[in-house]
């Protein structure tokens, strides 16, 4: 049964509608400390962080009210990437972590991301149970004055967040020597990302770090990468790293201005890790997987899983499989040495690490030859449509036109009121006409 408030990756909506309201977001705020309150500890905490939207002004209040109104201690630390939140969740030995975002959504959506005590997103099960509580009745679920929770800012999240990373690699690794262009979509990483790579001795050239709560995403970051392309060849970097709105994303680009996509640096990932012996079980990709990652691991003999779309699925795979590696196209790459979900500033790190014995990221990052592929996003108003008759017909059409010769897959957004189309084969003429039938079937 189809979740009635979380989708793929947590709450998210349009500001001020449905569920994105500060109506709402104390209802969840009570729900889920209810849920997670219930956990064997001595105190009762949640840490709250955030991208740089101007909503949230908006809804992390209601949230921190519907949480202490529970009896819920409360931690704020402001903006801060996704990972960083769900690692200090981890480290402060917190209840719950909330992630105040909509990642690489346009600044008038928001939402937000629930991880559990471990720093692990939640499973649908659990999700499931916050939902009965939201629509349950409140007053059951608000405590005794005396029993209320209290509020504490902590100005020091991305300190602690920023130590952590670099505890993961050598006492001695740094970045002196290189030229870095960082997009950091005017976004979660705005702070922690420049300071980090300068700390570590790069020349950082910056993007999207000028965050006024309009501009998140806002042709930069991880979803428009023409932008470090540009800027990598004029001032000629070794390499360009891009982030979208709460940094579980990486796009990068090499030294001459090649787009570097979630596929190929998780391809360079697993043949490095497995030549160390680092490499746990395989990895795992998702339905929108390249099929020449597929390829290229299975010549590596490196095992390949595929998953739903969505690095929660991902993450449930790889602890299914105990597997330490995976990740999505679009970025979402998780280090399961390192880490508990995507985390754009850890894989920068890692690329890093291994670029210091490389003198060219197109040397490194170039890893397999990807199959001619086609992701087209079509913007509808009931994403239902793609159940319709004449949506069906042209799907299973393309199927047939494809037969043998690649892939076609179309799927809603869990996120967006978007269709998603992906096609791929070695015929790009094939591809452009499968893709055309199923778009027009959506009009």
């Known amino acids: 049964m189809k979740n009635k408030y979380f989708g793929t990756d947590g709450i998210r909506g349009t500001v001020n509608k449905g569920n994105i309201t500060g109506e709402k977001f104390f209802k969840f705020g009570l729900a889920s400390g209810t849920y997670f309150k219930n956990q064997k500890k001595t105190k009762q905490i949640a840490i709250i962080a955030k991208d740089t939207r101007l909503s949230g002004y908006t809804l992390e209040p209601a949230l921190v009210s519907g949480l202490v109104s529970g009896g819920m201690h409360v931690f704020t630390l402001g903006p801060l990437p996704t990972n960083g939140l769900a690692m200090l969740t981890k480290s402060m030995k917190a209840n719950m972590g909330i992630m105040i975002t909509a990642s690489h959504n346009p600044y008038f959506d928001n939402g937000l991301k629930l991880f559990g005590p471990d720093g692990m997103k939640l499973s649908d099960k659990i999700e499931k149970k916050i939902e009965k509580l939201i629509d349950s009745e409140n007053k059951q679920q608000l405590t005794d004055p005396k029993f209320l929770g209290r509020v504490k800012r902590l100005e020091d999240g991305n300190e602690r967040y920023i130590k952590i990373l670099k505890n993961n690699f050598p006492k001695n690794f740094h970045l002196k020597g290189l030229k870095i262009v960082l997009d950091c979509a005017n976004g979660a990483s705005y702070k922690a990302a420049p300071k980090l790579l300068k700390e570590l001795g790069a020349k950082v050239i910056n993007i999207g770090t000028n965050p006024n709560g309009l501009n998140i995403n806002d042709k930069c970051g991880s979803t428009f990468p023409s932008k470090i392309k540009l800027k990598v060849k004029k001032f000629r970097a070794n390499l360009g790293i891009s982030f979208d709105g709460d940094a579980d994303r990486i796009i990068m680009c090499d030294e001459r201005g090649k787009i570097i996509d979630g596929d190929q640096i998780i391809a360079m990932l ?18 929108m997987s390249n099929f020449g990652l597929e390829k290229f691991l299975k010549n590596e003999k490196i095992r390949f899983l595929r998953s739903n779309v969505g690095d929660r699925y991902v993450k449930e795979k790889m602890k299914k499989f105990n597997f330490n590696l995976g990740g999505e196209q679009s970025g979402h ?45 079509v913007r509808v108003r009931d994403k239902n449509i793609i159940n319709t008759h004449k949506c069906k017909v042209a799907i299973l059409k393309a199927e047939k036109i494809m037969k043998q010769q690649g892939r076609v897959l179309v799927r809603k957004s869990g996120t967006e009121p978007i269709i998603r189309i992906m096609a791929e084969s070695h015929d790009k003429n094939l591809i452009n006409k499968c893709v055309n039938l199923i778009k027009n079937s959506l009009k």
Not at 357 to 371: D, G, Q
């Open 270 to 287: 697993a043949k490095r890790w497995k030549r160390k012996k680092i490499l746990k079980g395989g990895v795992v990709g998702t339905l």
């Open 333 to 377: 790459i998780i280090l399961g040495k390192f880490a508990t979900t995507g985390d754009g500033l850890l894989v920068a790190l890692e690329v890093l690490f291994s670029l210091r014995k490389h003198k060219k990221a197109s040397e490194l990052l170039n890893v397999f030859k990807p199959i001619p592929q086609i992701l087209s996003n």
